[in-house]
């Protein structure tokens, strides 16, 4: 009997951590920016969805209600459906590149949020807040260019 070799098109856990510095294929790129574009639309139609709801009010009692209107409610439902899809592509990505490369570009939905909250919805920014976002993206500056 004659023994079959298993063929993989893709690389070993070991050769993905193995690779030390490397530069990032533009696939890759745009998966991070589809994963998040989705994760930053799936979080913006939760708020609103659960923003429709106005304030809950959380009791053992109030629980099975609560659910019930979560599970009916439009916006939150394709919200967390868009998140979802944005969460496969980012573990596509997490395939692709190192951990520690791929992670700082999750701060970039940190100020892109920011962004939409303060045009879209009219939030009010202090500027403490306003600082902490740019320390945020001179941060990432600084990773992306390490």
């Not at 070799?5 to 951590?17: D, G, Q, Y």
């Not at 609560?66 to 009916?72: C, E, L, M, R, W």
């Not at 701060?107 to 962004?115: D, G, H, K, W």
């Not at 303060?118 to 945020?136: A, D, Y």
Request: hydrophobic share 50%; charged share 10%.
């Amino acid at each position: 009997m004659q023994k079959v070799e298993e063929i993989s098109v893709l690389p070993s856990p070991a050769a993905i951590t193995s690779r030390g510095k490397s530069t990032m294929s533009m696939s890759t790129v745009v998966l991070i920016l589809l994963a998040t574009a989705l994760g930053i639309g799936g979080q913006f139609m939760l708020k609103y969805g659960m923003g429709q709801m106005g304030p809950l009010s959380l009791s053992v009692a109030s629980i099975p209600q609560i659910i019930g209107k979560i599970i009916t409610a439009p916006y939150v439902i394709g919200g967390l459906i868009i998140y979802g899809v944005g969460t496969f592509f980012w573990l596509i990505t997490l395939s692709r590149i190192e951990l520690s490369v791929a992670y700082p570009f999750v701060s970039l939905n940190q100020v892109l949020i920011f962004v939409i909250a303060w045009l879209v919805l009219h939030e009010q920014i202090s500027p403490q807040r306003g600082i902490g976002v740019t320390i945020i993206c001179i941060g990432m500056l600084l990773v992306a260019r390490s």
